[in-house]
């Protein structure tokens, strides 16, 4: 009798999750559906919305920061020349993946009006357009990685010790950016949908799947950095391939088998993608720039600064990526009810996502300030390495709140499909105030002084966001045109 009540707990634990997991899901749904068929929310269902939505988001964010984590320590205890070789190329990689992730959004966006105007079929033909122009987008770049790879340690201001690692870790990379685009668009898609749940699940196995093969490459095989890049690779890869599927077989919105009709190419949906994607690819472009600009400032401080920059920026991404997650739970519900065409709607759902963003991130910016010193030392051995990063790490834990606010602001207005002035909001206040702080003051005070930058120019950006959505609210312009 014992013996069968130790199996059968576990056994009806589990049911009981998966129960209340589905009752979950359905809610999610039901809710979602009062939004496209008009039907008034309480501020109750638009609290569940938000943070049915934003939850799973939340973990999925939270995931890929701990696989960067993980990637990140597990280099870190092979020396300070592996992790610099790393953190010498992260901004151009942010750069190579933020292009990506704007091609994703441009098709994405257009997707949650379809979806929230209850034409799925319209979101359907998005769909495949994304996957084709994604593709060729990915291709395209990732040629270009395999041509200038060697070339690009150099062209960052690093040394001859540092360079060939670098350069193996960017031609791996490059090799997975077809794969990172299909996972990208597939997972923008389904969340625009409202399914964060399968991402956040596929984020999971992913995260599983780095360490493995992370711990297989670096430490069994000893491929060492080359190693870490094999792994965090492999595990794009097989990760693309599964949540592709689920987009394009399994959704019920989004399954590309639901239609009958020959596929035609529409360039409408090409043209609203590359209206939309393009000041946010320019701005991957130049924040990225602004990012190897910054890397060029803290170069010449030597390889423990590097080190310290690239850990505290995989620390601190910890704090930030739940304001993310909060930012796409209001990116699908904005655009959902900018889709239905219910202004008042987009304004509730907008308010309450920045209010709930900054609460978030404040909380994560104490724990931040509190919790530097172990979060370093879990990512390097190195003394001088993790005493450097706690400090800035503490200058960067006050700016986290309105950190939360620029994020969810700019969410909220790419959702309505206004996405040129966050743009010239983002560009402003990081190459005007970020950079130029940052060059008067490292020659003077180091890192911190990098770091102090970033700190102000943070609270700056998120002051002018709120204010860009204080106007959006007085002028009420959201009701305009679908694409």
């Known amino acids: 009798m014992c013996m069968e009540s130790l199996f059968s707990f576990p056994l009806r634990t589990f049911a009981l999750l998966k129960e209340r997991k589905e009752s979950m899901a359905k809610k999610s749904e039901r809710l979602l559906e009062k939004i496209r068929r008009g039907e008034t929310m309480s501020l109750r269902d638009k609290l569940d919305l938000i943070g049915e939505l934003s ?19 597990m280099v870190g205890h092979l020396g300070a020349e592996a992790s610099a070789s790393i953190g010498l190329i992260e901004s151009t990689m ?7 992730s704007a091609v994703a959004l441009g098709f994405s966006v257009q997707a949650s009006h ?24 990915s291709s395209l770049l990732c040629a270009v990685g395999v041509v200038c790879h060697r070339s690009l340690p150099f062209w960052l201001g690093g ?10 870790y960017y031609l791996v990379f490059s090799f997975a950016l077809p794969f990172l685009q299909l996972y990208q668009m597939s997972s923008a898609l389904l969340k625009s949908a409202g399914n964060m749940r399968v991402t956040s699940a596929v984020s999971v196995a992913m995260c599983v799947l780095d360490v493995l093969f992370n711990f297989l490459f670096i430490y069994v095989f000893h491929g060492g950095v080359v190693g870490a890049a094999l792994g965090t690779a492999l595990a794009y890869v097989l990760s693309a391939l599964f949540i592709t599927w689920i987009a394009t077989c399994r959704n019920k919105m989004l399954a590309l088998g639901q239609d009958n009709i020959p596929f035609r190419w529409g360039w409408s949906y090409v043209r609203n993608a590359f209206r939309l994607s393009l000041p946010i690819a320019l701005q991957s472009v130049f924040m990225s720039g602004a990012q190897v600009v910054s890397t060029l400032i803290v170069a ?28 796409d739970a209001a990116t699908t519900l904005v655009g959902q009810a900018y889709g239905a065409r219910r202004p008042d709607l987009c304004h509730s759902f ?30 390097s051995p190195v003394d001088a390495i993790c005493q450097l990063g706690t400090e800035v790490l503490r ?4 700016a986290e709140p309105f950190f939360a606010a620029s994020i969810v602001v700019y969410s909220v207005c790419v959702a309505m499909g206004d996405t040129l002035r966050p743009v010239l909001i983002n560009l402003f206040s990081m190459w005007c105030v970020r950079l130029t702080m940052a060059a008067l003051l490292a020659p003077h005070y180091g890192l911190k002084g990098v770091w102090v930058a970033m700190a102000l120019e943070l609270t700056f950006r998120g002051i002018l966001f709120l204010v860009r959505l204080a106007r959006l609210r007085m002028r009420k312009d959201y009701s305009v045109s679908l694409p």
């Open 114 to 137: 379809f979806i929230g105007a209850n034409d799925f079929f319209q979101a359907r033909q998005v769909f495949r357009h994304a996957l084709l122009c994604g593709l060729g987008i």
């Open 350 to 379: 907008a308010r309450l996502s920045v209010v709930t963003g900054m609460c978030v991130m404040a909380v994560m910016g104490i724990l931040l300030f509190f919790f530097a010193a172990d979060m370093m030392a879990i990512l």
């Open 55 to 73: 939850v799973p988001s939340m973990l999925a964010q939270l995931v890929l920061v701990l696989m960067f984590f993980i990637d990140a320590a």
């Open 395 to 398: 200058i960067e834990a006050f």
């Open 300 to 327: 010449p401080l030597g390889n423990i600064a590097i080190a310290a920059h690239s850990f505290a920026i995989t620390a601190e991404s910890l704090c930030y990526m739940p304001g993310n997650g909060i930012g």
């Open 159 to 168: 040394g001859a010790d540092i360079a060939a690692d670098a350069a193996a």
């Open 94 to 100: 942010w750069l190579t993946g933020g292009i990506l």
